[in-house]
């Protein structure tokens, strides 16, 4: 990891500390991101699990959404888990609410059941071909994904994992397991960006093409 580079992880809600020590095992330089303006400051941001309505409120409130999205825009890496996939993708429902479109994908809220129905799996498909231990709490699902979406992880046929250029989205909580590999995928994306490169996932699983008019077919 290139020492000029620091990762950020918005620091409102969630397991931002186990993030930020994730970040850290695998030799990454990680801050508490809380205002607009230090979005300057880094080179990469993660948006961590929580409560999603909350989130959004606290970023329409705090102006994050333009500044958000033009770190996006400019290709900087960010990586969304459980409430941070939803606040990323394309289109929420179930119930709906509004998103910040930064990716190609439609997800449904809570689709796994209530915190009581959280759960553990060993997500077999996976972007090394290693089993991935994946903790889901309250999870999200992703239900349609476009074509231009790469599939990293799957549990039962579903993506639990995705890339679409600089923008990766998991439904399950990384940061809760000893297992460091997707943090370490995030930084060497960082670490590709910051070099000026473009470094594709290390293995597309499956892709489809998604339309984009419509209704979700559920």
Known sequence: MSSNSVIGVLAIQGDFDAHARALRRVGANAIEIRRADDLSAIDGLILPGGESTT?????????FAGPLTDFAHADKP?????AGAILLAREVYNPSQASLGLIDIAVERNAYGRQVDSFIAAVEESFDGRALEAVFIRAPKIKEFGGNVEVLARLNGTPVLVRERSIV????????TA??????????MVRASSEGKVKPAERELATKTLRHEGTPSR
């Open 169 to 176: 989205c998991s439904t399950f909580h990384p940061e809760l």
């Open 179 to 188: 297992d460091d590999r997707v943090h370490r995928l995030f930084v060497e």
């Open 55 to 63: 989130m959004l409120k606290f970023i329409e409130e705090e102006g």
């Open 78 to 82: 960010i990586f969304g888990t459980c």
